[in-house]
């Protein structure tokens, strides 16, 4: 009989009269489970500094309620820092940040993950992190939940800064469209301490989870120059993520989800464009679709209908005055007239009733559910019953894992002169250096034409 443990895991109890897996199977297993990930141990670089990071999150989470979700937020809360020393138990000295606690919490909360849940999967007291290895050449450090489910991706002090500036439309961006494409961030942590500079840490959902089935993965920008990944590593244990040339000969086969699919891409690369970012990706990973993935049982059709509209539905209070949790599923049919119904009027900023800035003026129709138009504004789908059903869908043929991520480049002067040289370089401007209008619909452009399916 299993008995649950502190932190939510289960511990295996009595095994009398189960016959015992060799030990050989049971390393075989894990180690095909985790394919492109080694265990951050004691003799790992990094080991001490996410122990301390294990420690932060631990104690904000634990001791601080006040920090957690709220129905409404102020604009206070979008640039309120937790910052707290502590100590290891080695009697280490560090400084710990959380940024915008109660918005990532509300935004956790939106998207159907607890608190409890969270906090066992990122900081759990005895299971150690993996650090994701692949052919990524961004200079950032990836690491993994022992379940692969989050990511803690460490980045720049100006990259988080851009982030930070438009927080708020990024939240009101999920509760317009609760399905999006993009990457759901649900922290941002800092570290400070002697011996090494202040890091910072974003926490976001894996795309690729669960990874374990998962045979191919891309990365797309839209391009070709400088866009082809030898598809075979000669490291060993690293993840070979594709690229753009790699996938001219390929296509992403969605069946009756096309229509929603090309729908939710362009509404997500209007958004990028309008908070001015530029050289984000869509990664898509793949494997066949197995009998029970594509049959529901009732209770699976239950489940999957309340799934779709519990998301977002514990969206704080701000821009809509209506919460969308009511409203119809969209229809997977692809119908471009609706194009139009469905675009949000991007003004200038301007100053909501909490008194935090958006750049979004809501048309009447969106606080009326009862409008018809509200639907097609939502472009909500029927989500999966299965493990990360935001960016999980499938296909005729394959099941994908689908998300827009890296959205912290903004077209600025280095930008600029980046796109000179690269021109005169490349003799072509099919590269990633790019004006975020350009690059939007070039984006949107290159990954229609390889979308196929039903209309």
């Known amino acids: ?30 180690h095909f489970n985790r394919k492109g990930v080694v265990e951050v141990d004691m003799d790992h670089h990094r080991y001490k500094m996410l122990n301390m990071l294990r420690k932060g999150i631990q104690d904000l989470m634990l001791n601080h309620k006040e920090l957690g979700p709220k129905r409404e937020l102020a604009q206070e809360d979008y640039h309120h820092l937790f910052i707290k020393d502590l100590e290891t138990k080695s009697g280490r000295k560090f400084t710990f940040t959380s940024h915008s606690s109660a918005v990532f919490a509300s935004l956790r909360q939106a998207v159907s993950v607890t608190e409890d849940h969270y906090l066992n999967a990122i900081a759990p007291h005895d299971l150690p992190y993996m650090e994701f290895m692949s052919n990524s050449r961004s200079g950032q450090d990836f690491y993994l939940s022992n379940d692969q489910e989050y990511i803690l991706k460490t980045d720049k002090t100006h990259n988080i800064d851009i982030f930070k500036s438009f927080l708020s439309e990024y939240l009101d961006h999920f509760q317009l469209y609760p399905h999006s494409l993009i990457v759901k961030f649900l922290g941002v942590y800092s570290l400070e301490g002697p011996g090494f500079p202040k890091t910072h840490f974003l926490a976001m959902q894996n795309i690729f989870y669960p990874p374990q089935r ?3 993965r891309f990365d797309i920008k839209g391009c070709t120059k400088n866009r082809y990944q030898k598809p075979n590593s000669s490291e060993r244990n690293i993840l070979t993520i594709l690229k753009d040339v790699n996938f001219l000969h390929e296509s992403i086969d969605l069946g009756v989800q096309k229509g929603w699919f090309l729908r939710q891409l362009q509404i997500d690369a209007d958004f990028l464009c309008q908070v001015g970012v530029q050289d984000y990706s869509l990664l898509i990973g793949r494997h066949k679709i197995s009998s029970s993935e594509v049959k529901d049982s009732v209770s699976d059709v239950f489940i999957r209908v309340k799934r779709s509209y519990a998301i977002t539905s514990g969206l704080p209070k701000h ?11 969209e229809n997977d049919k692809d119908n471009p007239g609706n194009r139009s119904t469905m675009q949000i009027e991007m003004t200038q900023r301007k100053t909501s009733n909490q008194g935090r800035k958006s750049i979004y003026t809501v048309p009447d129709f969106l606080k009326d559910p009862g409008n018809d138009n509200f639907q097609q504004t939502s472009n909500r789908r029927l989500l999966l019953n299965c493990k990360n059903p935001l960016h ?8 994908y894992y689908l998300g827009i991520v890296d959205f912290f480049t903004q077209y600025e002067c280095r930008q600029q002169l980046g796109r000179v040289l690269k021109t005169l370089k490349y003799r072509s401007t099919d590269h990633s250096t790019v004006p975020p209008d350009v690059y939007s619909e070039r984006f949107v452009k290159f990954i229609t034409e390889k979308t196929t399916g039903s209309v």
């Open 319 to 329: 821009t809509l005055e209506n919460s969308s949790a009511d409203l119809p599923l």
């Open 1 to 30: 009989m299993s008995k649950v443990g502190p932190l939510g895991g289960k511990k295996v109890g009595s095994s009398e009269g189960k016959p015992k897996r060799s030990n050989a199977w049971v390393r075989l297993r894990k």
């Open 392 to 399: 999980v869908i499938n296909g005729s043929e394959y099941r």
């Open 214 to 216: 998962i045979e191919t």
